[in-house]
């Protein structure tokens, strides 16, 4: 006996048929995708890694977290160093954007994402294939900013996140622009848009 196809397989079979035949594939994208590749902001996640800043803070969310008004720089990069090491630096729980990739990798694609996380990269994307719209967890930039440089974060972030105390990291680890002295800043447009380079 034959099952009746559902509206949704009916919607996949067609997607499948068009990627299978497309001459070329943009794919546009925004944070839902790696929330369902693990990436959520909420809930037992959020508390795993942020249940002080919580209880000081008073937040519920990374989210939220991103734009509280911390006292000093200290406070303000131990958050931001842990939440740049668990959205930017370690991987998703499902492979979304492997799947995805395998789906696009011998097809002539284009990405273009609000995504800040790095997972297209990370998933084997081609970076001269993506246009991340609103910058990159990974890179530091002049707060002025007084060039267009930017800045790798591996390192920097992996001491901040080591060597915090107390939600505070040592005043040494504050980074500073090499051309102009002033502090270095995240390279992603939400939170300063008007200094975004
Ligand atoms: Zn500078």
Redesign the pocket.
């Not at 002025?144 to 060039?147: L, T």
């Given at each position: 006996m034959f099952r009746a196809v559902t509206a949704k397989e009916a919607q996949i079979n067609r997607l499948k048929a068009e990627i299978e035949t497309a001459d070329a594939i943009i794919i546009g994208t925004g944070a839902g995708l790696s929330t369902s590749a693990g990436f959520t902001y909420t809930g037992s996640r959020f508390r795993q890694y942020f249940s002080d800043f919580e209880d000081k803070c008073g937040f519920h969310d990374m989210y939220s977290g991103g734009f509280y008004p911390y006292k000093t720089p200290k406070e303000h990069w131990a958050y931001w160093s842990c939440y740049i090491e668990v959205n930017r630096y370690r991987n998703t729980d499902r492979p979304v954007y492997e799947n995805l990739y395998k789906l696009v990798k011998d097809k002539d694609y284009f990405v273009i994402t609000t995504n800040v996380d790095h997972c297209f990269q990370k998933a084997g994307f081609d970076k001269k294939r993506l246009f991340y719209t609103q910058g990159d967890y990974g890179l530091f930039q002049?707060s002025?900013?007084?060039?267009q440089t930017t800045y790798d974060n591996r390192e920097s972030i992996g001491r901040m996140l080591k060597e915090q105390k107390d939600m505070r990291i040592p005043s040494e680890l504050l980074s500073i622009?090499p051309?102009?002295g002033?502090p270095l800043t995240e390279y992603f447009v939400l939170r300063e848009p008007l200094i975004f380079i």
């Open positions: 002049c002025v900013p007084c060039c622009c051309v102009c002033k």
